[in-house]
């Protein structure tokens, strides 16, 4: 128990020094110093700031399940909402700090457990989306589970670079336009 309560102090020491101080000068030094740790404390838990870093994007990728999906109304005429449900999850996957995403965008390095996060992931959303798809009645696609994994590339891909980057446009537009996107997409709109 004390050493999860470690790592996660480290975790969230470096979340702050990733985004106040960028990548390159985010010492864990001075993640050590933020979480109030010495130095070979934290190399107990972590080798180098590269497995902090690959640590803080698993756990943000982890999070990122559609918490919503099953609450959703798929009646008729709903469609609309059910992707605006889905453009929103992700937008609040990605709110908290847009400093460190685009620290975890730009710069995580990329491991074999990354990998299997991301695929885990994936296979997780995909499978979710291609329900909700198969079960709406409003739904025109010729293949659901192509749909699904079109979907949710579009949507992450487009929210990370929207959340990570300074903006003028707000996030209601952002939302707004993406929504209207997917929803004609679905219809079959041509």
Do not use: C
Request: hydrophobic fraction near 40%.
């Amino acid at each position: 128990m004390r050493a999860e309560l470690t790592r996660d102090r480290i975790l969230t020491a470096a979340a702050h020094i990733f985004a106040e101080h960028g990548y390159a000068a985010g010492t864990t030094n001075r993640i050590a110093e933020r979480a109030r740790i010495s130095i070979g404390s934290l190399y107990q838990y972590f080798p180098n700031k590269d497995a902090i870093l690959a640590e803080l994007l698993i756990r943000h990728i982890d999070r990122g399940t559609w918490t919503g999906a099953d609450d959703l109304d798929l009646s008729p005429g709903t469609l609309g909402a059910t992707v605006r449900a889905l453009v929103r999850d992700a937008i609040d996957n990605h709110g908290d700090d847009p400093q460190l995403l685009r620290v975890m965008i730009e710069e995580a390095p990329v491991s074999q457990e990354l990998r299997d996060t991301i695929d885990r992931h994936g296979t997780r959303r995909t499978a979710q989306l291609r329900d909700v798809i198969v079960r709406h009645p409003d739904v025109r696609v010729g293949d659901p589970t192509v749909a699904a994994e079109i979907i949710l590339l579009t949507v992450e891909i487009n929210t990370h670079k929207f959340m990570a980057a300074p903006r003028t446009t707000p996030v209601e537009t952002f939302e707004d336009e993406l929504v209207a996107m997917v929803t004609r997409y679905l219809r079959g709109d041509r």
